[in-house]
């Protein structure tokens, strides 16, 4: 990855045009061919960018204190970045090598843990009885009250597919023979829940919630949870 901060005027030339006066900003160029340019603001969004794969044209442009010009070109569009440059401040590359990806260990248990902290996403006067309620077979992720003083089961997975659907069915049939908790529906939460499952545990007398990691974390995305 090479990362530029330059005073650089940017001018996009495609299906559409755009232009950036002249400013300090951060030019990345990563080794897949994707370039984007950045400000001090914005979080992760470039001001603008070029997605893989594309070619960079570097040549000497001297124009108005310009020193030199950069000609990003798509290699199937034909769309073009030209960074028109007065001045680079920083300029750097590094290997970073193969990434290893996200690893994804520990969502289901902090899934759990905000859900059972913010109970009441599931629904308004909803409270929490325990976390890991265990049973013969093993734990179940939330055991909750409804508005009603209904008990709830609460099943939570990352991808939700059949073989929750299943466990959490397992997990009911016990509960409902305890008189003290009896009748207990479920309810099966994931980030992704798979089309089978659903229809599995629409059969099975089961609701199905989709759970927005980042809502549930207090990042606001599009104002709603689910």
């Known amino acids: 990855m090479r990362l530029v901060i330059a005073k650089c005027s940017v001018d996009y030339a495609g299906r559409l045009t755009a232009h950036l ?9 990563k080794s897949d061919g994707s ?7 914005r979080a992760f969004k470039p001001l603008n960018w070029m997605n893989p794969p594309c070619t960079v044209r570097e040549e000497a442009f001297e124009e108005n204190g310009a020193i030199a010009r950069w000609t990003v070109t798509h290699g199937k569009s034909g769309e073009q970045l030209i960074l028109t440059i007065n001045e680079i401040l920083h300029d750097v590359s590094y290997e970073l ?9 520990g969502v289901e248990a902090h899934l759990q843990e905000l859900l059972a902290e913010h109970i009441t996403t599931l629904g308004d006067g909803w409270s929490l009885v325990r976390r890991e ?25 990352r991808r939700g ?12 049939e016990l509960l409902n023979r305890d008189p003290l ?13 798979k089309p089978q499952a659903k229809v599995l545990a629409n059969d099975r007398g089961i609701d199905c919630v989709t ?3 980042d809502a549930l974390r ?7 949870l689910f």
């Open 161 to 172: 597919d059949i073989d929750g659907v299943e466990q959490l069915t397992r997990y009911l």
């Open 133 to 157: 309620y265990p049973t013969a077979i093993g734990p179940v992720d939330i055991l909750c009250r409804d508005h009603t003083r209904g008990t709830v089961a609460v099943e939570i997975k």
């Open 97 to 105: 090598g193969v990434d290893p990806g996200l690893q994804k260990d």
């Open 211 to 213: 759970l927005d990691y």
């Open 35 to 41: 370039v984007s340019i950045h400000a001090d603001d």
């Open 21 to 29: 006066p002249m400013a300090p900003r951060l030019v990345l160029i």
């Open 181 to 193: 908790l009896a009748p207990v529906r479920g309810i099966f939460a994931a980030q992704e829940i």
């Open 218 to 224: 207090g990042i606001e995305r599009d104002g709603t």
